[in-house]
DNA sequence: TTGCAAGTACGATGACTATCGTATATAATT
DNA sequence: AATTATATACGATAGTCATCGTACTTGCAA
């Protein structure tokens, strides 16, 4: 069967990649050492992966580096919001058919949310609701 | 470096897998051709892709099948909640790092939730207030 | 200046995915 | 009975990912 060609511009984080931005979002730039170390805190992984999925993303422009030294400072290239904003629509439709109220209600059936959590969601509510008029 | 030995038991349905449960659990038990026929709907796709999907997921008993004639008709073995319910844990730790809060405000912030639903999702936060006390 | 330690670069590997072509079996039709 | 249409089975392929070993580079310390 004939198939058109897929370009893949879509520059989705894999499963490890999002561990390393999680890292960037969360404590700025970073060398790999850094990095490294505080994977390291989770899960075994050996240095060389580290550093291989930091210059895959570099390469894909995920991140940007400056020379320092010897070694490297890696900076997030996409940011926290947006990127999560991307995954999720894409979460979305794969997983939950695309219905955001299917997930928001699961996601918060089974997770036990602060006092102050449920205000948060319940004024964006009441604004959401003010919107609609 | 030495590394442990890593099993696969997680049996996570990959994204072309949940379509195809997608599609089960919402006509219920199907043959290939329906199933694919309903995703032919949304995408390109060749048949025997579709049909080989299915027998994967067949081999990994995420779906059971009943010769029927000269076809199969199959049936998800994994109930849409439980799969999203590990779908969405899965998906809180890599994307929002465990916040839920983060990923429930994120869905809010960014889809346009009806009346009914902002009434269910304040009648499941009431109900969250008070089993708090 | 010579050698070690800390980095990086590069390439290989095994796993898994999605995709499809081709071969085979069999029911239905003529 | 022969042909056609419908299904399945099987295997190949190309792409992606995570993982790591090994080789190379370069400051710095003795």
Redesign the pocket.
Known sequence: ???VA?K?TMS???????EVLQVLWEKGAC???QVHEALAKN??????????????M?D?KLLS?EPA??????TAMVSEEATQQKLLDRFLKSAFGGSAMKLVMQALGNHQPSKEEIESIKALLEQKEKEKK
Not at 12 to 18: I, N, Y
Not at 43 to 56: A, C, D, F, P
Not at 69 to 74: D, L, W
């Open positions: 069967m004939l198939v897929k893949n989705k984080p894999t499963e490890a990649e999002l060398t790999v050492k899960k075994e992984v050996g240095y060389t992966t580290t550093l291989k999925i930091m210059q895959n570099y894909k580096r030294g010897r070694s490297h400072i890696y």
